[in-house]
């Protein structure tokens, strides 16, 4: 492996990033809370030219576990779902990578939906066609509402943020 390798993406565990890139394209977007804060920050650094390294020779030491992955039922799994929707829709570069939320939203819900539907109108090997009729048509509402609600998401209201305090500030009271 070569000493340096150009990435796409950069989680924000271990980088380092340049005052520059910061100063051009400003901060973290708040606005995702948690998740894909990363990917919408890398996308923003390489859009303005900035690119992305990987060292082999680097280390990093985790200190807690990272056991938050597959937490899609809680809190964290509706950001990562919201935040994947965000991200895709706001740069998917060709209509398939901006179907993808669409796609992902189904592949989870769509399995919970139909069997839910057809457990309540009967046995299997029994059912027909028009069985399947109230899953498909719910499906549809549920993925024209979820679309609707991922319009409608927007930053918390910045008077809501905690303030900012200058570093300057503290040192010097802690000299006093």
Do not use: C
């Not at 894909?36 to 082999?56: C, K, M, N």
Request: aromatic residues 12%.
């Amino acid at each position: 492996m070569p000493e340096r390798v150009e990435l796409e993406n950069v989680a924000f565990e271990g980088f380092l990033v340049r005052r520059r890139v910061v100063e051009r394209i400003g901060l973290p977007d708040a606005s995702y809370f948690i998740f894909y804060d990363d990917v919408d920050f890398a996308v923003r650094a390489r859009r303005a030219g900035f690119p992305i390294w990987a060292l082999r020779d680097a280390v990093l030491v985790r200190q807690l576990d990272f056991d938050q992955q597959h937490d899609l039922a809680g809190w964290k799994g509706y950001y990562m779902y919201r935040n994947l929707f965000a991200v895709h829709l706001r740069y998917g570069e060709n209509a398939a990578v901006r179907a993808k939320p669409w796609v992902v939203a189904a592949g989870v819900a769509g399995p919970l939906i139909v069997n839910a539907f057809l457990d309540a109108r009967g046995t299997p090997g029994a059912l027909v066609a028009a069985d399947y009729r109230p899953a498909l048509l719910t499906m549809v509402g549920v993925l024209v509402v979820g679309f609707v609600a991922n319009l409608l998401v927007r930053s918390v209201n910045a008077k809501f943020h905690e303030p900012v305090t200058d570093p300057a500030s503290k040192t010097e009271g802690a000299r006093a």
